[in-house]
């Protein structure tokens, strides 16, 4: 079975400061990850995913995550955080060896930026 | 544009009461899921579809129940609502050969069971 931990459901930060958003995951078989951003009243949209190439990936908005098995972690981070970035923020898991495998979220952290 | 179109946006139901929450997507893919989103739950899958005429369960199953009829439409019925079921309702659907593509998602519907 696989599972998502995302540590911290809610993380403040200052306009400029580093963003840091963790998640964990759980898997007996090669996962793929993706973190996905939400925000109010609208849909999911995909910020980044890891499919078993490089370990560090860059996404859309200045996001990035890195992939690290030995931790079974895939944080992500954005040095330099602004206004529009507060959201929320969902981390998810799939198997990357069975189609059809639904994602399996995780709880969500949602982000505020204060000025 | 191109995408996964939910139909209703919001609902108020009455305890009891019967609806069917449609997912429509004009991306040709193959699997269509529907998650439910509750304040600090994150998503849950309710079921999910990997082609037309075939569903199965997901997490949370219970309550609901799901038709694919035709590959771009995967409805999400509520025989009779109960409270517990207000959340909001997301459909996404994925392609193929893995979902290392990632899901597209609607927009969500909100529904409400009074």
């Known amino acids: 079975a696989q599972s998502v931990t995302q540590l911290g459901s809610h993380v403040s930060v200052s306009e400029g400061a580093l963003v840091l958003l963790r998640c964990n995951y759980s898997?007996?078989?090669?996962?793929?990850l993706f973190w996905y951003v939400q925000y109010p009243n609208q849909g999911l949209q995909l910020l980044l995913k890891y499919t078993s190439a490089a370990t560090l990936v860059k996404g859309i908005n200045g996001f990035e995550a890195e992939f690290k098995k030995s931790e079974t972690s895939f944080h992500l981070t954005k040095p330099s955080a602004h206004m529009s970035d507060a959201a929320e923020y969902f981390c998810?898991?799939?198997?990357?060896?069975?189609?059809?495998?639904?994602?399996?979220f995780g709880k969500g952290t949602t982000l505020s930026v204060s000025s | 544009n191109a995408g996964v179109t939910q139909t209703p946006k919001f609902r108020v139901l009455k305890t009891g009461q019967s609806m069917t929450l449609l997912c429509a997507q004009d991306m040709n893919h193959e699997y269509m899921y529907w998650y439910r989103q509750d304040p600090g739950m994150g998503l849950r899958l309710i079921h999910y579809?990997?082609?037309?005429?075939?569903?199965a369960k997901g997490e949370v199953p219970d309550g609901y129940n799901v038709s694919r009829l035709k590959k771009q439409n995967f409805l999400l019925g509520l025989e009779s609502a109960a409270p517990s079921q207000t959340s909001v309702y997301f459909c996404?659907?994925?392609?193929?050969?893995?979902?290392?593509?990632?899901?597209?998602f609607g927009s969500g519907t909100r529904l409400t069971v009074v």
């Open positions: 996404a659907s994925s392609t193929t050969v893995s979902v290392s593509s990632g899901y597209t």
């Open positions: 579809s990997v082609g037309e005429g075939t569903t």
């Open positions: 898997s007996s078989v090669p996962p793929y």
């Open positions: 998810a898991v799939s198997s990357a060896n069975q189609a059809g495998t639904a994602l399996i």
